[in-house]
């Protein structure tokens, strides 16, 4: 029998997303994602002239993606400041989006992705990945495409999608597993892949493909977000 | 601090990884030699050196009483740490810790965490108050690519020979007298790290560093066997090239066997 999800979803079921663009004026691109009480906020900002120098790349410009916590998003005060987990989530969400970026048109320039959790529920760097990808489009940078990300899981033995803070603490059978992806939205591509938990490799087919579902939905609702702020 | 490779090594690379060949003659998916030897430091209380071709890393593991974190009174903890020290290879440098002396120590943190090879609930003290903490740290002497997958071995090869030491009778260990009761350790769990590198379209694995530099992305899983079925109990892809589902599914083939292949290859040392 299927597990029960505390807030009564299915198993391949999202929460509530919301998405809005341009939510940042200063920013070159902007905006907001949430998955339920998660919420994330990105800006973009560049390209621009990147200092130091000696990071300049004369072939093409570069992404450089910051990733935090606000002290406030989460039970027990988080000191400001980068912490090691903040740092390696801002290299992964390079990682993850710089695939859909073509910055060659911007020799020895950088763009300045900002990405900040306000209030946490687990799938924070999917959420905050998701709202950078629309800030870059925002910002009219060249996109391949856009990305689209989410956490899938293993709950026990069932596969789940955009799993909560309850359900990442889930303790029985096997336990959960937490399994963030990114994917180009339109192609088979995937652009991250962390995973933390206890899955068989042979069912790791059955994430790749809840999560290529999911990620049909974040997509319109990340199109849907960008159309709205065109359209004013 | 990586070096970036030249357009002719890349190239050079990406042609013969497609024609299947590699510079020392090795098959893609082949590992270069592994061998593992103990007792690096009699000051730790497991050790372990890991030689996979000339890449070399040593694994210290130290166990000190400390207080339980609030939300695992009832265990022992867990704390991984290491760095990419300026001895082992021109391209680490002093200094603050660079990304790859960051991930290193989180990703076989996770992968042995996960495994629960460690049975952390055995090593509680006075519970609730006291618990033993078990520092796992990692030293690369020598850097000729594939660190992780070396440093992993050597983590589960030095816990499986570590130690618990005596404790005074104001609490703190005694670190003069012979330790002889075991550290508690899950058999037949044997955690490892095993990391596939994509440069073009080919996969390969245990790259040399050079090899390694010119790949344009990583991905290294956590395999470990649990109630005897293979569980991937951590995984992290790096750097900006893509996987296609495809060679996703590819690699979940490949990972029991390359497990089995290795767990075989170690056998004699653990």
Not at chain 1, 177 to 199: H, R, V, W, Y
Request: proline share 5%; with cysteine.
């Amino acid at each position: 029998m299927a597990i029960k999800r505390t807030d009564g979803r299915s198993l391949t079921e999202l929460r509530p997303m919301i998405a809005k663009v341009g939510v940042i004026p200063n920013a070159d691109g902007s905006a907001i994602f949430s998955f339920g009480d998660t919420v994330a906020i990105a800006a973009v900002y560049g390209p621009k002239q990147l200092h130091p120098q000696h990071m300049q790349d004369p072939a093409t410009g570069i992404l450089r993606c910051t990733y935090d916590l606000l002290s406030f998003s989460v039970h027990d005060r988080k000191k400001p400041g980068p912490s090691r987990r903040s740092q390696e989530i801002s290299k992964v969400t390079e990682w993850a989006l710089s695939p859909a970026l073509d910055l060659q048109g911007f020799p020895n320039q950088v763009v300045d992705v900002q990405i900040y959790v306000i209030q946490a529920d687990a799938g924070t760097r999917t959420a905050g990945i998701n709202a950078a990808s629309m800030a870059l489009a925002h910002a009219g940078l060249p996109m391949k495409d856009l990305i689209c990300s989410v956490a899938c899981g293993k709950l026990d033995k069932d596969i789940v999608v955009d799993l909560n803070k309850d359900e990442e603490d889930f303790k029985d059978g096997e336990g959960a597993t937490d399994f963030p992806l990114a994917k180009f939205a339109t192609s088979d591509e995937f652009t991250l892949m962390q995973l933390d938990g206890k899955i068989q490799p042979e069912r790791v087919k059955e994430v790749i493909e809840a999560a290529t579902e999911a990620c049909k939905e974040i997509y319109e609702v990340q199109k849907k977000a960008l159309k709205e702020v065109v359209k004013h | 601090m990586a070096m970036k490779s030249t357009n002719l090594t890349i190239n050079t690379l990406k042609r013969m990884f497609k024609e299947g060949k590699r510079f020392d003659d090795r098959k893609l998916d082949e590992y270069r030699k592994i061998e593992v030897s103990y007792d690096v430091s009699n000051k730790a209380e497991g050790s372990a050196r890991v030689k996979i071709g000339k890449t070399e890393v040593i694994v210290g593991i130290k166990l000190a009483p400390g207080t339980p974190y609030p939300d695992s009174l009832d265990k022992g903890n867990l704390m991984v740490s290491g760095d990419l020290l300026p001895l082992a290879s021109p391209r680490f440098e002093s200094g603050p810790p660079g990304f790859a002396a960051i991930e290193l120590p989180r990703l076989i943190d996770r992968a042995i965490r996960e495994s629960h090879i460690i049975e952390l609930d055995k090593l509680v003290i006075k519970e609730g108050e006291k618990v033993w903490t078990v520092f796992i740290d990692i030293y690369p002497l020598n850097d000729d690519g594939n660190l992780i997958d070396a440093a992993c071995i050597g983590a589960t090869a030095a816990l499986k020979k570590a130690k618990i030491p005596e404790l005074n009778e104001n609490g703190t260990a005694d670190y003069e007298k012979k330790a002889k009761k075991e550290l508690p350790i899950s058999e037949g769990i044997e955690p490892l790290s095993i990391s596939f590198f994509k440069l073009g379209d080919s996969i390969i694995m245990d790259p040399t560093r050079e090899e390694e530099e010119a790949c344009e992305a990583r991905i290294t899983f956590g395999l470990s066997k649990w109630k005897k079925q293979y569980m991937i109990n951590s995984c992290q892809k790096s750097k900006e090239a893509t996987f296609s589902s495809a060679e996703i599914e590819k690699m979940m083939e490949m990972l029991p066997k390359k497990f089995d292949h290795l767990n075989e290859k170690l056998k004699k040392f653990f």
